[in-house]
């Protein structure tokens, strides 16, 4: 059996470990804006409704509760403008990141399949192919891509890293291509809540899909919109049989959101005031962010969605995470999401007020 080295790429967060000891030097502490972790409540209701649910001594089921099966299909229905979905056309999932790592694997991948993702792309795309040791490739138009032995197709819009939205009539000519090759497109549409200059579409809104869900599934998570990072509540939508296969191999394989998460994620998909609230947070940070990069000689690209800005001052990346490092600012470098990225960093929205409110002065003043 080959060693793990051989099989997956380095840890790259590993690599940051000096520059998050230089910025945790600085006198008024570190601001981390280098992963996009949740730091605000999860909302009371939430709360409750997992507290509530908190006598769960029996088994989950892998599928979901009736009533978990029955806010996803209404939330797509609401949000995404998905129509006429049942209980067949929704799974939940253990997280997005277990869902993105496993998936070539569970849907019988190995080598000689290819697995295609953007270039710009959040890494365990890659190790998702590389457990399943398929092939993999990434693309800038998937639609120019060979489909020879193509197998499955990542989407993500908007983009981790680069906030980048497909617009609705890339996504409908994507969707058409790889269904005239039989090429399953997974669209990982996680940030999709958190439109800032577009609005996100999903490859289920009729205009895109034409009404059918066949060769597409979508992959949402309450992670972000909710801040239920702690929780792993995530979930699928889309080609019934898809996930009907996916749904019986998770059956043997154990792999079930535990009882009072799914009572939780019911509570999280009936309310959206407490997502129009954590929008407004996000807003303001990000508003405050940009504001001080751009002052501080930063060029902001794409970052129309999603929680993140991706930023350059065409220099390595490296170089700029040091930079911001003798500031206290720790920051992701744009080449673990790929070689394109190497010049850019990408900037978390995901840090409290007082914190974002600590960057924005050391930007703006940095030798105060």
Known sequence: MSAVSDRLPAFPWDKLEPFKTKAAAHPDGIVD????????????LIQKALVAAADSPGYPTVWGTPELRDALVGWCGRRLGARDLTHRNVLPVVGSKELVAWLPTQLGLGP???????????PTYEVGARLARADHVAYDDPTELDPAGLKLLWLNS????TGRVLSQRELTRIVAWAREHGVLVLADECYIELGWEADPVSV??????GGSYEGIVAVHSLSKRSNLA???SAFLAGDPAVLGDLLQIRKHGGMMTSAPTQAATVAALSDDTHVQEQRERYAARRKALREALVGHGFRIEHSEASLYLWATRDESCWDTVAHLATLGILVA??????????HFIRVALTATDERVRAATSRLTHPTT
């Open 33 to 44: 804006l280098s992963v996009g972790t949740p730091v605000d409540p999860v909302p009371e």
């Open 112 to 122: 000689g399949d290819r697995v295609a993702y953007p270039r710009l792309a959040y």
């Open 158 to 161: 908007p983009s981790n890293p």
């Open 204 to 209: 289920l809104h009729p205009e895109v899909c």
């Open 230 to 232: 702690g929780y792993r």
């Open 333 to 342: 470098p744009g080449d673990f999401y790929g070689p394109a990225g190497a």
